[in-house]
């Protein structure tokens, strides 16, 4: 039996961020956690590149163009889609987690998905920093993946 599970062995890693700059308030929490965690880490600050979008459906098209360069090793997307009076949240938060996840199925690199959907401001704000932050459980979440990535290219076919 072989068992293959991602580390956080951070040794050479490149990492993008995406980041929605709508709801900045919160975005900006959600970064500093993610960087947080890559520091913690060892991630070296020329291995981190941010890029900022105007809100989070632009996301998914920067990710897409990222993952094609074939440069970093994970990319961390961060952003807020909060509930309003309209049906405008629903809309955009499906359509990003798709967009994302189709990348991650058919991307060559993994995508941690750091983007808060909540009802409330008040719930933003704790999954941002207040009770915890899902941009530094989405950078672990990157690092972890991409190790699992180096891994899984690295296995031999074994012989009988």
């Not at 941002?128 to 979440?141: E, Q, R």
Request: net charge neutral; no cysteine.
């Amino acid at each position: 039996m072989r068992i293959f599970e991602g580390n956080y062995n951070t040794d050479g890693l490149k990492i993008a961020i995406v980041i929605s700059r709508f709801n900045s308030s919160i975005t900006k929490e959600l970064l500093d956690g993610a960087l947080d965690a890559l520091k913690r880490h060892e991630v070296k600050d020329e291995n981190i590149d941010v890029f900022w979008t105007p809100g989070a459906m632009e996301i998914p098209f920067t990710v897409k163009k990222i993952v094609t360069k074939s440069i970093h090793d994970a990319v961390i997307v961060l952003g807020a889609v909060i509930r309003g009076e309209t049906y405008h949240f629903n809309v955009v938060a499906n359509e990003v987690a798709k967009g994302i996840a189709s990348i991650n199925l058919n991307g060559t690199v993994p995508v941690a998905f750091g983007i808060v959907t909540t009802d409330t401001i008040e719930q933003a704000l704790n999954r941002s920093g207040v009770k915890l932050n899902k941009g530094f459980d989405a950078a672990m979440a990157a690092i972890e993946m991409a190790n699992l990535k180096r891994q899984i290219e690295k296995i031999q076919p074994q012989q009988n």
